[in-house]
């Protein structure tokens, strides 16, 4: 992940992913389509943007 920013509205929270080292593959993700081990220590923070997400939806 290489950056992170809000595109507002609809889309919420981006991440921008590059894939690869040579010429790597640009992604760019909502964050909360992204999978992240439950130990990781943005995990407690995502799994709380979700839910905030899916109330205001």
Do not use: K, W
Request: net charge negative; charged share 20%.
């Amino acid at each position: 992940m290489t950056n992170v920013f809000d595109a507002g509205g609809a889309f919420g929270l981006m991440c921008q992913v590059e894939v690869g080292e040579s010429d790597p593959l640009l992604l760019v993700t909502p964050l909360t389509e992204l999978s992240f081990d439950r130990t990781h220590p943005i995990a407690h923070d995502v799994a709380d943007y979700r839910r905030r997400c899916m109330q205001t939806a």
